[in-house]
Structure formats: structure tokens, C-alpha cells
């Protein structure tokens, strides 16, 4: 089977990937060797090691040749953005170039019956039957896939470690991992693997306490074990006393402590460890007023500051919900300056569309980063949006994200428009207004999509447990600690210093400005204020008729992405129009819905009428 289709940014590239290579450099001259015939390149390419320079490379171009001059997985870095700047029509010299972030990690939430959590592009590609199960091509188009944007870290296994997947890090399963070990290595890519904390206790120990030196001498064999089979394993992902998963809680030990027996048995082999911060109370009692889930993460970590060893990265979410349509920043990012830290954003579309609604994710990036600013963490990982469609991301436009996913792990300061047009170019040819349609269509997603969604930072008006479509009160009752508290007059949870105080947690000056409605970002107001319905925006509109605005306007802007892909019949191959037509067909529906859906609620609490008369169901 041909997997690397139309839609892979390299189609220069011949889908078979060559097996023979076992490293960075053998794997750049390969590539080279296939991509540059296709490109029709008629000056020779050289390669030229630079010592100690490990990721970093430039490109240098004279009349004779050019030259990749960089580190060992510099290279083979370099040697894709030569092809992907060549078959984009840009130049192909480039300046010295090193990531901002050494670890640029893709964390896969596969199941090993097959399944992903979250998933929204089909099955694993990794595992079948509770096996690693795989098509070598595929996890080497794969390989290739990440490595021409730098990704350079990838965990296979879900963070909720369903069994038998706590048994990847013993002898049933290291041979099978090895083989995927060994097949990644020569795009510069290492395994990261999720752990099960309470993995002693299945093997007899009868306790997975941190402090217990049976427990410590255990991980200690088991990681010398590990790296017998993969000496270049970059560590342990662990998801702890989160979300009834198990951890150090249940020893009344902190996450300090119980980060350190994994920590300290991987140091010796240069490994590190991913400690999520993704931790808070499930079983909240929603007649609780007090208790305010977001500043959970920020309580039980603070504390900590200086404590966990210097392998140890706490893994943050980019808000302190869950990857939310919009939230403000996780105050934890600006805490505990000495701590090594992770930002965690979410590719697959949880919240955003589920790859069918069109979302274009690097605005919001963009964002994150200028609000952090110096903050930003020095290590980067997003949840992977791929399966085994033949499309990868099941959505065709969906792959924008992962393109630019890489760029922006590697610079930071990347232009969401400048990967728009790059990916686009690469994807879809040089048809220039055929890629001005779809750069447009991928720069205003973000804001069509919030548009008809959760207004103005409000969160959590999803259907429960699948998380797509409109339901504005399926949480609200729950123990999972996502309020909205609406009555007759007011909605939002007031977290200002009259309120849950949750506004503390940010510097003096960012909390300053969340703490007054009149300065606080009107995309952030219900997030972080409780407001009257009559409530004046500055635009002079009432809260209610913004929310209202809001969603007719962006149930018509969903219908004219379709309209302006259906634009495009004739000018791209039609399996990929097809595939787009259908799912912003999905779009239009799923906008109207949550258009009647929110504002009928908004209008049944506050009986405040539509101002322009328009169709609301009472």
C-alpha cells in the first residue's frame, strides 16, 4: 500500500523509504539522492560534518554547488528544508540554524489493542492485538514525516497506560520496542516511553511507594534493562494521581518524591523524565463554590520548587484546563524559575473540531509564546493528531498543524502565515490563487470555529465524554470541576481577588490586568469574570447579543469556507477535494447546531431577545 500520499509535504519524495541507513548521514545522502533527481537539480550537494554541532546546520550556496554544512542530525535537518525550500520556489540558502528547543516531542495517546484515545484519523499505526503490529514503510514514512520538521522525541503508548501496555518496559515487550527503536534512530528520532506508576506492584512488590528502597532498587533493574535493548531511549513519560491513574498520592508522598526513584534510575543512562502537571480533582462536588479546578496544577506543584532532580521536566498544559477552544496561559509556566519545564499543546482536535471542523492551531501558539515570553519553556511536546488513515490526520488540512507544529518547536518565533503558505505550497503545487484560498481559509479557522463555539473563554459547553458538538450543561453537574454557574441574571465563575482568587497565581502585572473586567482581554472575560447578561463590551453591544452576533456570524462564516473550497473543484486532486468537501460539509452542520444550541441557552437563563429579530428557539 502507497500511505505517502498528495498530502505529505514531501511529495518529491518517493513514497518507498530506503531501509539500509543507519544513521543521520546516511539517511541525509539517501533523501538527497531521491528528492534532488525529482527536483530536476542539476548542482551538486554536498555534506559536511560540523564537530559537536549536533542539530544545528546552514545551507551554503555558490555558481558550483551547495553545501549542508551542520551536526549529525543537522544534516539530514538540513537536507529536507534544502528539498522543501527548492520545491517551494524560496531560496535555498540558509543561515546557521539550531532549535530553540532541544526536546521537540509528539506524544501518541495509542492503545495496544489498536485503538487512540482521542484519536480522529483511525487506529494506531504502532500496535494491533496488544503487540506492536506494524507496516515497516509506514513507521519509516513516518520517521521521514517528523524528521523534516525536527521532531526529534516520540512517545508510542498512551499516557493512561492501559494494560498490557505497562509491560512495553519488560522483557515481553523490549524486543518489539527495539525493532521500533532501531527503525526511528536514522531520522534523528528517540523513544520516549509512558510509564505505569504503579508497575512494581504488578510484579509482586505489593507497593509502588516512592520511598520504599525495594521500589527504588526495582526501577533501578528495570531501566538497566531497558537500555540494554534501547541505549538511546530519552526516558519516561508519567501521567500520575491524575484522573484516577495511580501515583505517589497514595502513599501521602509528593509528586517530588515520587518523581525521584524513576529520575534517579535513569540518570546513570543519561535519560530523563516527563512529569505531567495534568492534576486536579475529579470528583469535585459541584455544590462547591470555593474549590476552582485551574488552580489546582499551580497548588501542588509551587510547593516543590527545588525539589525535583534535574532530570525531571513537569509537562504542562498550555492552559490550566484541558486544551480548551480558548484560556488564558498556566500561571505555573511563570512559577519556579529553577524547575525544568514542557509545554504541552494538542494537535488532535479534542476540542477544535475533532478533524472535522477546519483548525488552524498556530495563532494560538503565537499567542502563547508572546504572552510567556521569557517564560516560554525551554522543552516543547504536543499530543500527536496521526492514525492510519492513509491521510495521516484524517482531515487533509489537518497536516498544516503538524508541519507547523515542528517549525514552531524549532523557532518559536515562526509566522503562522509563513508555514500556511510553505505547507501549502509544498502540498497543493504553485497555483497561486489556489493557495491563497487555502492559506485564507487555514489563517481564519481559530476564529470562525471560536466564534460559533464557547464564547468569550467560557470553556466546557461540550458533549460529555465524546467532547464534539454543543451541550452547555453536560458538565455542569458532574465531579469533574468545569462550572459555569449560570442563573436568571449572571454566568461565569468570578476567579478575581473578589472571587476563587485564582488570579493570584499569575505575576503581579498579568494579574492585574485579568482582574479588571474594563482591562481584561475580551476573549478572556467569562473565564475569568462573572458577568450580567446586559453587560456592556466595549464594542457597546450587551454580553448576550455579542454571543448572539457571534454565532450567526460564524455559522455563515463556516458555510463560506465551504463555498470557497467548493471554489477549488478541478485545480487539486479530487480525493483530496472530496475529502475537505465533506468534512466542512460536517462543519456547516455542526456550526448551525451550536449556533441554535447556545444561543437558546443564553436566551432561556436571561429572556433578553435577539436585537435583530433573528430565528433563537425558545
Known sequence: MNHDTRLCWLPFLKSWVEKGPTDCMEMARAELSTGLAALDMDAPVLIQAVPDADEGYEILTTNENITIRGGKRGVLYGAY????????????????????CPLRMLNHWDNMDGSIERGYAGGSFFFRDHHLKYDEQRILQYGRLL??????????????????????????????????????????????????????????????????????????????LVYQYIPDLCGFLVKADSEFRP???????????????????????????????????????????KTDRPMAPYEIYTPLEGQFDDNVILQIKNGPYDFQVREPVSPLFFAMPTT?????????????????????????????????????????????????????????????NLFAYGLFAWHRNVDPAVCAQWWTRLTFGPDASCNQTIVSMLLSSREIYESYNTPLGLCWMVNPNN??????????????????????????????????????QYPEKLAAQYNRVETCPEQLLLFFHRLRYNYRL??????????????????????????AWQM???????????????????????????????????????????????????
Not at 520516549?192 to 525495594?214: E, K, M, R
Not at 451541550?471 to 476563587?500: H, Q
Open 81 to 100: 528544508a534544502l528539498m522543501m525550500r527548492l520545491a517551494a520556489g524560496f531560496s535555498p540558502e540558509t543561515p546557521w540554524t539550531e532549535p530553540a
Open 147 to 224: 524528521a523534516s520538521v525536527g521532531i526529534n522525541v516520540v512517545s508510542i503508548n498512551n499516557v493512561n497506560v492501559h494494560s498490557p501496555a505497562g509491560l512495553l518496559i519488560t522483557q515481553t515487550y523490549l524486543p518489539e520496542l527495539k525493532q521500533v527503536a532501531d527503525l526511528l534512530r536514522p531520522f534523528g528520532i528517540r523513544l520516549l516511553v509512558a510509564v505505569d506508576y504503579a508497575l512494581p506492584v504488578t510484579y509482586g512488590l505489593g507497593t509502588a511507594d516512592p520511598v520504599s528502597p525495594q521500589v527504588q532498587e526495582w526501577w533501578k533493574r528495570q531501566v538497566s
Open 247 to 289: 501515583g505517589p498520592h497514595m502513599y501521602q508522598r509528593n509528586h517530588a518524591e515520587g518523581a525521584q526513584p524513576l529520575a534517579r534510575a535513569l540518570k546513570p543512562h543519561g535519560g530523563v523524565l516527563l512529569w505531567r502537571c495534568f492534576v486536579y480533582n475529579c470528583k469535585q462536588d459541584w455544590r462547591d463554590a
Open 340 to 400: 525544568n519545564k514542557a509545554i504541552e499543546l494538542q494537535l488532535t482536535q479534542e476540542y477544535t473540531g475533532q478533524q472535522i471542523d477546519l483548525f488552524y492551531m498556530p495563532p494560538q501558539w503565537q499567542e502563547i509564546q508572546k504572552t510567556l515570553g521569557e517564560n516560554m519553556p525551554k522543552y516543547i511536546s504536543a499530543v500527536s493528531n496521526l492514525g492510519d488513515d492513509p491521510n495521516w490526520t484524517g482531515h487533509d488540512l489537518a497536516q498544516a
Open 467 to 504: 467532547h464534539y458538538g454543543p451541550s452547555p450543561e453536560g458538565y455542569e453537574y458532574s465531579g469533574w470541576g468545569t462550572y459555569l454557574r449560570a442563573n436568571r441574571d449572571a454566568i461565569g465563575v468570578d476567579r478575581t481577588t473578589s472571587g476563587t482568587g485564582f488570579i493570584l
Open 538 to 563: 466595549p464594542s457597546g453591544k450587551t454580553l448576550v447579543q455579542h454571543v448572539y452576533d457571534s454565532h450567526f456570524s460564524g455559522a455563515e462564516q463556516a458555510k463560506a469556507l465551504l463555498c
Open 568 to 618: 477549488l473543484k478541478g485545480k487539486i486532486p479530487q480525493e483530496t477535494y472530496t475529502n475537505v468537501e465533506e468534512r466542512l460539509m460536517r462543519q456547516v452542520s455542526n456550526a448551525c447546531e451550536w449556533r441554535d444550541v447556545i444561543n437558546t441557552y443564553f436566551f432561556r437563563y436571561s429572556g433578553i431577545p435577539d436585537e435583530h429579530g433573528r430565528v433563537i428557539y425558545p
